[in-house]
Each structure stands twice: as structure tokens, then as C-alpha cells.
């Protein structure tokens, strides 16, 4: 419900679902360690907790470390209403 309801809602037909030939966009973190660090006088201050991201299947993110892909795996998505 939380990422199939709003892509639904925004037109994101490949988005919001782990399911076959869908977009593999997952964030893997620890409930009990995740929190946003970022205050107004230094928000670019990392989130602690948060072990993986995914963009389209590709690892961008692993351990607190930003992994390199080859390209961008992503691409800005914009709603079709």
C-alpha cells in the first residue's frame, strides 16, 4: 500500500510493486537504527540505518558507502495525469 497506491495514483505503471518485469526501486534498512540526521543548520548530514538502495535493480547505495554505477540507472519520473 505505501508505494502501490501512490505510483498507481501518479500514472507509474512499472513502479510500486515487487513483481515480475516491474522496476526494482528498494531501500533496505534496519527499523530499529534508521533515522534522518539532517537538521536546517546541516541538512547534508547522511541518514543512519538505511544498508541498501536499488535504483531499477542497480545498487547506488551499500553499507553508508554511495556505490558507482556505470551510468545512472534512473530517471527522473514525473506523473502522467
Known amino acids: 500500500k505505501m508505494t502501490g497506491f501512490p505510483a498507481e ?3 507509474l505503471a512499472d513502479r510500486g510493486r515487487l513483481a ?3 522496476a526494482a526501486d528498494i531501500v533496505i534498512f534496519d527499523a530499529g537504527t534508521v533515522n534522518d540526521r539532517a537538521t536546517f543548520a546541516e541538512p547534508k548530514l547522511e541518514a543512519v540505518g538505511v544498508r541498501d538502495v536499488f535504483v531499477n535493480g542497480i545498487r547506488v547505495w ?3 558507502d554511495l556505490a558507482t554505477p556505470a551510468g545512472p540507472p534512473g530517471r527522473v519520473l ?3 495525469f
Open 9 to 11: 495514483r501518479f500514472g
Open 20 to 22: 515480475t518485469d516491474m
Open 62 to 64: 551499500a553499507d553508508g
Open 78 to 80: 514525473k506523473p502522467s
